[in-house]
């Protein structure tokens, strides 16, 4: 098992941060705007160094994607931004006929993703952003893993001419990927190459698809872990080539088992390659108030449900 | 152009909505023959669009619209109207109408921008974006220091939907005096009148309580109080603040057995009707 390690801890909403910062001084055309979540989205320094070029909508999420729709067809690149349950399910509509349909160049930029948005409880954590988003015609949809790579995403988007929907989250992570790195879109990532099981992993399970190899690697057993920042376009390639070897996968999500990486995943190799699934992710529950932490164990998304998914996937495929 | 000049077109767009509408049997007449005049005013004397043809002799349509003022059709479901008037302005070729809301088409059921039809630049029928759209569009304009204007036409239905009332506020707020809204003030959608279905009240006040101007236009299907209308909004245009044009249409203006009634808002004309409708209104252009 490759080595993974890390020095700091940030969280991924920052690597946004950092990104469209940079974005502020190289590329003249990209617009942020944002829904009174200024702080919670890390805009400061790209506010701060350009004050023009930052859009304060107030609390008026719909307002905000037809506004950006407005921009882009205009010749701008608006990032907008807010938490993912405002910037997905309550703006379905205008994202489908704005953006999407419309193909207006609006980059959908989203914090504060899934359970670990912690405290502020279920009304706050979205678990199905990633099938809305996913359904979507002509929507390209990206969950990075840890703050370089956000950061490397944010930049990477402004570069490609069509919608996107970026998703990314509060909790502080480890960083161990690298900085600077450069971000492929719809390429997946070899985290480790392994034999006897895939685990396709994205956002935050990645980190913990890293702590079941190791746990899985002391039991003997050689897994291969993927992880799938580009939700869509999928990698079906890679995919493939993993599955093809070892004949068995584990998908891990921050999001509901149904219609997010899990059902992609399967539907892929369905298609091409049937082979044993076992799916990580949110079973058909809201989420609750509590810790990460907790709610991450609680609902069973961490590196001992991948373990045992793991084991589960071998075992079926015999 | 002359009043006269406008006048003609816009007899000639009813005819094009009316046999558009019957061609698919299937379509929004109402709305489209209410709005007609101010389309046509908008399009063919009182809007700076880029003049310059393409090689295939038709307008050379930039969805940016640097340097032009622009318009968005929010309630896009009279879409007929627009086709319309777009063909007619020399966008696209005035057959292209005869495969309205056909298999294979440009011309969508509502305008889109999916199938490259030039003119378009937003897609519109889910409703209530459209001033979000012309706001985003009127920022731009401003980021860019330019001085052309936004148009953005709106049913009075619409004025429903809380999304219209998000963007009338950051108008307001972030004075977008480059914008010039209308509202379709034809007491009628498709469950019944306004006033029975969801009353607006008084829109004038309401506009006005948000921070925009306002102008009155009582008759809308009056060219020469049309354009004076718009007239009067360019005119209040870069002082602080948004501008609405209030107008009253009658809904179906132009062919009697559609005016005055919500019957008529999505309902396609069989043959008797269209024959008489026709004969209501006089060929002026050429039919396509």
């Known amino acids: 098992m490759k080595k993974y390690t890390f020095t700091d801890k940030k969280d991924t909403r920052s690597g946004f941060g950092a990104g469209i910062a940079e974005l502020g001084r190289t590329n003249p055309k990209v617009l942020a705007l944002c829904a009174d979540l200024v702080a919670s989205l890390k805009l400061d320094t790209f506010i701060k160094e350009n004050p023009d070029r930052f859009i304060q909508v107030g609390i008026a999420e719909a307002n905000m994607i037809g506004i950006s729709a407005g921009l882009a067809l205009s010749g701008y690149i608006p990032f907008c931004s807010t938490f993912a349950n405002f910037g997905s399910g309550r703006v379905y509509d205008q994202i489908r006929q704005s953006v999407a349909y419309s193909n207006t160049n609006v980059k959908i930029c989203v914090s ?94 990645v980190w913990e698809a890293i702590l079941a190899g190791e746990m899985l690697e002391a039991e003997g057993i050689d897994a291969e872990i993927i992880n799938i920042h580009t939700i869509k376009p999928l990698d079906t390639d890679a995919i493939l080539r993993s599955v093809s070897k070892t004949k068995c996968a584990v998908t891990a999500e921050e999001h509901q088992l149904n219609g997010g990486l899990g059902d992609a995943v399967c539907q892929t190799l369905s298609r091409n390659m049937p082979s044993p699934v076992e799916m990580v992710g949110v079973n058909n529950s809201f989420g609750e108030s509590g810790t990460p932490a907790q709610l991450m164990e609680k609902y069973g998304l961490n590196a001992k449900a991948i373990v045992a998914a793991a084991k589960k996937a071998i075992q079926r495929r015999g | 152009m002359d009043i006269q000049g406008l006048k003609d077109i816009g007899a000639q767009v009813r005819r094009d909505i009316v046999r558009q509408v019957h061609g698919s049997q299937s379509g929004h007449p109402g709305g489209s023959l209410g709005c007609t005049d101010l389309i046509v005013a908008l399009y063919f004397s009182e809007m700076k669009i880029n003049d310059s043809k393409n090689s295939e002799g038709f307008l050379d349509f930039k969805r940016e619209g640097i340097g032009e003022d622009l318009f968005f059709l929010s309630n896009g479901h009279i879409s007929p109207v627009f086709y319309s008037v777009l063909a007619r ?110 009353s607006n009240l008084d829109l004038k006040a309401k506009y006005t309580a948000f921070g925009w101007d306002t102008v009155d236009l009582d008759n809308g299907n009056d060219m020469q109080h049309v354009v004076e209308a718009i007239q009067a909004a360019k005119a209040k245009t870069g002082k602080g603040k948004p501008v609405v044009i209030l107008m009253r249409t009658g809904m179906g203006y132009g062919v009697d057995y559609m005016m005055g009634t919500h019957k008529w808002h999505g309902a396609a004309p069989n043959d008797d009707q269209l024959k008489v409708a026709l004969d209501q209104l006089p060929v002026t252009l050429g039919d396509y």
């Open chain 1, 112 to 205: 504060h993703a899934g359970l670990t948005l912690g405290e502020d409880g279920a009304t706050h954590q979205i678990l199905e952003d990633l099938a809305m988003m996913r359904a979507m015609p002509e929507m390209t949809v990206i969950n990075p893993c840890d703050y370089n790579q956000t950061k490397a995403a944010t930049i990477a988007i402004a570069n490609y001419n069509g919608p996107v929907y970026l998703r990314f989250g509060r909790p502080v992570m480890p960083i161990f990927t690298e900085a600077d790195q450069k971000f492929e879109i719809g390429k997946a990532w070899m985290v480790n190459e392994g034999k006897d099981v895939s685990i396709f992993a994205t956002g935050h399970l």
């Open chain 2, 89 to 198: 302005r020399g966008y696209f070729p005035v057959s292209e109408l005869a495969t309205f809301r056909k298999i294979n088409s440009r011309l969508q059921g509502h305008p889109a921008t999916h199938e490259h039809l030039p003119g378009i630049r937003i897609a519109s029928g889910s409703l209530g974006q459209g001033l979000s759209v012309a706001a985003g569009a009127a920022y731009a304009k401003k980021l860019r220091k330019e001085d052309r204007l936004v148009y953005v036409l709106m049913g009075d239905g619409e004025q429903q939907e809380g999304q219209v009332w998000e963007g009338v506020q950051f108008c307001a707020h972030k004075k977008l005096d480059n914008v010039i809204a209308v509202i379709d003030w034809n007491g009628q959608q498709i469950d019944g009148s306004t006033d029975e279905v969801m």
